[in-house]
T-cell receptor
């Protein structure tokens, strides 16, 4: 089975711009979660989508949004970028049936905001 | 949010040494997971511990879940350079909460 893929792998934007990141989960996985990873805060949960519906949301401002398509692929969008949004954005998929499911992570998108 | 504190934050040792990293919380978790993340990659699950007092072994890695299900430890015997990476513990609340990790460097 192919693993979780994320595109693009690297992205450079300037303050005030917006960005869209994409994630393709493992085939058959219906849950997709997004995390932000920074040296200072570690891995922080952004949101989770299951069957096209947002099931959980972390403590991030409304500038961070996401969606999931019928084929389980997911996108996240960050509007009005700030310097502090520079981070590694990780997507993870799981079958979604139990809350102790293993999360399968993609390699991440490295976002740099100048 | 249920906080997970990991210690030490950084660890640099030589091949062949033993080490233990810790994951502590004031909250009770139904299960804890340990992941390893290598540079340029996402975290990969090593183990899930579910029962208080449980000990699981994965080759040279030994994982223990505290009796009260609030803490866990990871012990590596005879570390190898391939063990280098960021070790993360994580517990399920309404979402998967991660500690900030222990960055391990094993040198020849």
């Amino acid at each position: 089975k192919a693993g979780v893929t994320q595109t693009p792998r690297y992205l450079i934007k300037t303050r005030g711009q917006q960005v869209t990141l994409s994630c393709s989960p493992i085939s058959g996985h219906r849950s997709v979660s997004w995390y932000q990873q920074t040296p200072g805060q570690g891995l922080q949960f952004l949101f989770e989508y299951f069957s096209e519906t947002q099931r959980n949301k972390g403590n991030f401002p409304g500038r961070f949004s996401g969606r999931q398509f019928s084929n389980s692929r997911s996108e996240m969008n960050v509007s009005t970028l700030e310097l502090g949004d520079s981070a590694l954005y990780l997507c993870a998929s799981s079958p979604g049936e139990a809350d102790t499911s293993e999360q399968f992570f993609g390699p991440g998108t490295r976002l740099t905001v100048l | 949010t249920q906080l997970l504190e990991q210690s030490p934050q950084f660890l640099s040792i030589q091949e062949g040494e033993n080490l233990t990293v810790y994951c502590n919380s004031s909250s009770v978790f139904s299960s804890l997971q340990w992941y390893r993340q290598e540079p340029g990659e996402g975290p990969v699950l090593l183990v899930t511990v579910v029962t208080g007092g449980e000990v699981k072994k994965l080759k040279r890695l030994t994982f223990q879940f505290g009796d009260a299900r609030k803490d866990s430890s990871l012990h590596i015997t005879a570390a190898q350079t391939g063990d280098t990476g960021l070790y993360l513990c994580a517990g399920w609340g309404y979402a998967l909460n991660f500690g900030k990790g222990t960055s391990l460097l094993v040198t020849p």
